[in-house]
């Protein structure tokens, strides 16, 4: 059975190759149940660890499961909170095919679907990208965007304007034109593209910021007491999701539909629907266009088959 470590998963997922297979994943279609989750008692008082499975699979193809371990505790020992591997198998046999690193396969898959979905839902002269957020999906995407869409110049906030300025810094070594988004209204209503991967529990862009034109990517909270949007950026606007369980666990859905300020019938498509040209995705320059996504294993599935399958990196 392969193992792939951080580095060599990572170097076998290049945007265009797994945006593309994404895409191809979308369109094929697989088997989706929902996630199992298990509470894990803590030792000596600690609080409960939380595992989560999350499986996929392709008849006569590949399955994926997902592991996901949560350990509150681990702060006191000086460990990352989080931990997650990721098991390939052959379909038809059930045969182990390889082992790979989770944490990359998750960052690096939500930051190509986000991009992928702005390949449908922003404007093709999209060049002002703001990324709200720099931690490890955020600081994937000015890389995962410009694959789609010819980003010129990027602005960065978050909550915490040290790790901002670390990672503008990063993306200018890296040949990025990036700058410190110092009033988030301000570098709002300038950006053509406003990308928010954060584990905000409070609204952090309004809709009244939003100019004509713009695309806003919701990538980061994925429960519904976590919110990157206010509700007015649901009025007005084209609103799609990665998949209908957005509708059910976002609370940047839920709480515009508890409030009237959208009703889930309004919700334009799905990023699968997108993929299948079942609908347009943005259709003039003025609409103002939002997507949200809470993930899917068919994506986790979709990048450890492309990072099995290129061998060619190692």
């Excluded at 110049?153 to 990025?176: C, M, P, Q, T, Y």
């Excluded at 209908?244 to 009703?263: C, I, N, R, V």
Aim: aromatic letters at 6%.
């Amino acid at each position: 059975m392969l193992t792939l470590d951080s580095n060599h998963t990572a170097s076998r997922l290049p945007f265009d190759k797994l945006i593309a297979a994404i895409n191809s994943m979308f369109v094929s279609g697989c088997s989706v149940p929902l996630r199992h989750s298990h509470s894990i008692e803590g030792e000596h008082g600690e609080p409960s660890g939380t595992l989560l499975l999350m499986p996929a699979w392709q008849t006569g193809g590949r399955i994926g499961i997902k592991t996901v371990s949560i350990f509150p505790a681990n702060s006191r020992r000086s460990l990352p909170g989080l931990h997650s591997t990721f098991i390939l198998l052959d379909a038809t046999t059930g045969a182990p095919l390889a082992m790979l690193d989770g944490d990359v396969i998750t960052s690096r898959r939500t930051a190509a679907a986000s991009a992928l979905a702005a390949s449908f839902l922003s404007r093709n002269d999209s060049s002002n990208l703001l990324l709200v957020g720099a931690g490890r999906v955020g600081s994937l995407i000015p890389d995962a965007y410009t694959a789609v869409r010819p980003i010129r110049s990027i602005s960065v906030w978050d909550v915490d304007a040290r790790n901002a300025e670390l990672l503008v810094d990063k993306l200018n070594a890296r040949g990025f034109s990036a700058k410190l988004a110092d009033d988030l209204e301000s570098a709002a209503g300038n950006a053509d593209i406003i990308s928010c991967a954060t584990l905000s529990t409070q609204p952090l862009i309004r809709g009244a910021w939003l100019r004509p034109g713009t695309h806003l990517d919701l990538i980061g909270g994925f429960t519904p007491t976590m919110r990157e949007s206010d509700d007015d950026c649901y009025v007005g606007t084209s609103v799609f999701v990665d998949t209908d369980e957005a509708l059910m666990k976002a609370g940047d859905l839920l709480s515009p539909m508890q409030s009237g300020a959208f009703d889930r019938a309004l919700t334009r498509a799905t990023l699968a629907q997108l993929c299948r040209t079942e609908h347009p995705g943005r259709q003039n320059p003025q609409e103002i266009t939002v997507f949200k996504a809470v993930g899917t294993a068919l994506e986790d599935l979709a990048a450890a088959s492309l990072a099995y399958d290129d061998t060619a990196t190692v």
